[in-house]
């Protein structure tokens, strides 16, 4: 199947705004599971509500676009109820880590086998530009005009420590390594997490004078780095980029299988 075959043509164009770095990620999702070469019943996308959240409407694929911050409490409903499909959850600060902060946490602790996608443009660009928990010390948003003073999750640390047994990040700049690490994500065995770091020049850049969304995705390109670069050695101050988890540990489904088994044979 080609890429566009995955696509609900019909619903665009999109309603992102000019320059959102959503767009790319869809893309490079896309062309993930085209080289995966997955047929559109062999998969199911689950979405909360936010800009991020919308991706879910353009996919032509098992769709679930649900409540805010619960994307994950519904995936992992229809993953044990389906436990053959492969289930992509795309996510943004808030739906991820502010009120779905606690499924997101458990759902890397079970190792429930999903892709978790936390679009990351560090700011509530849907209902008005508020901070999230991604936003960063510093920051200016609507909600914190005289410079936010939270500081934000680091969401490689947050999952690796929480036991996602697939953990990277990218950017909406590296378009390649965002769909080889995708394609890498959804074929693996167990809960993966994936952050993409995502432009927003309608609130974020605008209210912290970051210029036009081609100047939003030079910084990526100039303030992150490979893991483990000599560059990083020189400059602590950039971000890493690449697949920072990678291991297997027992899957909660298949886990769950063997309780069923257990209690039907009324063993221990």
């Not at 081609?214 to 602590?236: C, Q, Y």
């Not at 697949?243 to 299988?257: A, G, H, N, R, T």
Request: glycine residues 10%; charged residues 20%; contains cysteine.
């Amino acid at each position: 199947m080609a890429v566009r075959d995955y696509l609900r043509e019909r619903f665009f164009p999109h309603m992102w705004c000019p320059g959102c770095g959503h767009g790319t990620i869809l893309g490079a999702l896309l062309r993930a599971v085209e080289s995966l070469g997955l047929k559109k019943s062999e998969m199911v996308m689950v979405s909360g509500i936010g800009c991020s959240s919308r991706i879910s409407g353009y996919v032509d694929f098992h769709t679930l676009h649900t409540l805010h911050g619960r994307a994950l409490a519904f995936a992992t409903g229809v993953k044990l109820s389906r436990p053959e499909v492969k289930l992509m959850v795309p996510m943004g600060d808030g739906d991820a880590l502010a009120i779905g902060g606690n499924h997101f946490i458990h759902a890397a602790r079970r190792n429930i086998d999903m892709t978790a996608i936390v679009m990351n443009n560090r700011i509530y660009g849907m209902t008005g530009g508020q901070y999230s928990p991604l936003t960063g010390y510093g920051a200016l948003a609507t909600t914190a005009p005289y410079r936010n003073i939270d500081h934000g999750f680091d969401v490689v640390t947050l999952a690796s420590a929480a036991g996602a047994t697939f953990v990277a990040r990218t950017t909406a700049y590296h378009v390649q390594q965002a769909k080889d690490i995708l394609q890498k994500a959804i074929a693996h065995k167990g809960f993966s997490v994936v952050e993409i770091l995502s432009q927003c020049p309608t609130y974020f850049g605008r209210k912290n004078r970051m210029g036009s969304a081609v100047d939003m995705l030079r910084w990526f390109k100039e303030n992150t780095t490979k893991i483990g670069s000599k560059a990083k050695a020189e400059n602590p101050d950039l971000i890493e980029r690449g697949i920072f988890v990678e291991k297997q540990l027992p899957e909660y489904c298949s886990e769950y299988d063997k309780v069923l088994e257990r209690a039907q044979s009324g063993g221990s």
